[in-house]
């Protein structure tokens, strides 16, 4: 069983640590990716959609950008 949740913030060790586990994990996940598009378009806001197991581990997320 897991939780999910939605977050603005996200601890970038702990998800740096889910990229490296992730096959399907590209350059437009990380943080720094993210952060460069939250800088240049000021108008979105990046948030993860996470999910953590029962021990509050995380084991899976999706950045999602938010438009104003």
Same mark, same amino acid.
């Given at each position: 069983?897991? &939780?999910?949740?939605?977050? &603005? /913030?996200? /601890? ?8 490296? /586990? ?8 990380? &943080?720094e ?5 939250? &800088?240049?378009? #000021?108008?979105? #806001? ?10 509050? /581990? ?11």
């Open positions: 069983m897991f &939780k999910t949740e939605i977050v &603005k /913030n996200i /601890n970038s060790e702990e998800w740096d640590k889910l990229l490296l /586990n992730s096959r399907e994990a590209t350059v437009f996940h990380t &943080k990716w993210l952060s460069v598009l939250e &800088k240049t378009y #000021t108008d979105r #806001t990046i948030h993860y959609i996470i999910g953590r197991d029962q021990n509050g /581990n995380l084991i899976c997320g999706l950045p999602l950008i938010e438009y104003r």
